[in-house]
């Protein structure tokens, strides 16, 4: 469970959707399923007030493996000794791109959301960037199975690691955030003015908040439209207040923090666009989100939105202000002329759902499972 952050945001929505998999296609066929976090981590996915399902078993990780730098090193040199002392036959890291461990006694199966600060080179600062190098880089290298949660972040990886052809693109399922709202509901928010939904932790520089700020105070959108901010604060916010003050924008940007799920649905709803330009997204699922619920969306064209977007979105250069800017005026301007798209007739039917993708990462487990037990 470790660095999954809690069962917040888009790694543990993935987190959690893959128990339920785990609980319905292994765990049903007789496997035992142990489950390792700190006490925070298994709370946070299995709470006291719920029963813990059959064949799980819940294993705490020491107290010190609360800070981040010393769970990844547990990772790396501890747990591989303790699963196997445990005889288990596969180990699954369901955010594989923070924490990693592989060892001769069992298979392990990483899945890796991004790897773009090796691309960035600035993305977290130097801690972060060297950890991604020198230990989850090299021992993704010599991992079993690799799933990615989409052709791009495959892509970064073969390339990267040199595994040309090894890595599973799974794309991640969504949530169907279709809820009813009236006029009455949405003029309630922002007081009934149209606003543009960023919904994205406030995190400098991959999530590209200045660049939008000086787009959307160049756009000229700010007289009839808000511009809203929601996530949690990852040491951006700051930053953004400062330079919301330097535009003037105080009246025209809204940053609302971190919502609960039906808020996050209200918002959704209500919103007139929803932007999804992070640097390099891995996936960019919030974008996917609103192609399902047909709202316009205005993507980075650097990541991997494209790839299943396709030409759903209006597209910039995450960058470019001059780009962010057109793009901003594009897509307002789609909604406004009540232009619907229909997302859902490029794909079949249940493709984007959680089941579909739950399925998948099981039979990948379910190889490797063969191939330990013969």
């Not at 319905?24 to 035992?32: G, P, R, T």
């Not at 057109?326 to 897509?331: C, D």
Request: hydrophobic fraction near 40%; glycine fraction near 10%.
């Amino acid at each position: 469970m470790s660095g999954t952050d809690l069962g917040n945001y888009g790694i543990g929505l993935y987190t959690r959707e893959l128990l339920r998999s785990l609980a319905k296609h292994l765990a049903a066929k007789d496997v035992e399923i142990h489950v390792f976090g700190t006490q925070s981590e298994l709370s946070a996915y299995f709470p006291s007030s719920g029963k813990i399902p059959d064949g799980f078993v819940l294993r705490t990780l020491p107290g010190y493996c609360g800070k981040s730098f010393v769970n990844s090193m547990y990772h790396k040199f501890v747990l591989p000794r303790v699963a196997a002392g445990l005889n288990l036959g596969v180990f699954v890291l369901p955010s594989g791109n923070r924490r990693v461990m592989n060892s001769r006694h069992f298979k392990t199966l990483a899945v890796v959301h991004d790897i773009s600060q090796h691309f960035m080179g600035y993305k977290y600062g130097f801690l972060h960037e060297r950890h991604l190098e020198w230990v989850v880089l090299k021992t993704l290298a010599k991992i079993d199975k690799l799933v990615a949660v989409s052709e791009f972040t495959a892509r970064d990886l073969e390339q990267v690691l040199g595994r040309r052809g090894e890595v599973a693109a799974i794309h991640n399922g969504a949530v169907d955030r279709r809820v009813p709202v009236d006029a009455a509901t949405c003029s309630r928010y922002f007081g009934g003015k149209p606003f543009i939904l960023y919904p994205s932790r406030l995190e400098h520089p991959g999530k590209n908040h200045l660049n939008l700020l000086n787009a959307f105070s160049a756009s000229g959108l700010g007289r009839d439209y808000q511009l809203v901010f929601t996530g949690q604060d990852w040491g951006a916010g700051p930053l953004i207040d400062t330079r919301i003050a330097e535009l003037n924008l105080q009246s025209a940007v809204s940053v609302i923090g971190h919502q609960d799920e039906d808020e996050y649905n209200r918002l959704f709803n209500c919103a007139a666009a929803v932007l999804c330009i992070g640097v390099r997204e891995g996936f960019g699922l919030h974008g996917l989100e609103a192609a399902m619920l047909e709202k316009p969306v205005l993507a980075a064209n650097s990541g991997a939105m494209r790839e299943f977007l396709r030409d759903y979105a209006v597209y910039c250069d995450p960058m470019d202000i001059d780009s962010i800017s057109a793009g901003l005026r594009a897509v307002v301007k789609s909604e406004a002329k009540g232009e619907k798209q229909k997302f859902a007739e490029m794909y079949p039917e249940g493709y984007f759902t959680w089941e579909r993708c739950g399925e998948a990462v099981c039979k990948e487990i379910e190889g490797l499972m063969d191939q330990q037990y013969g």
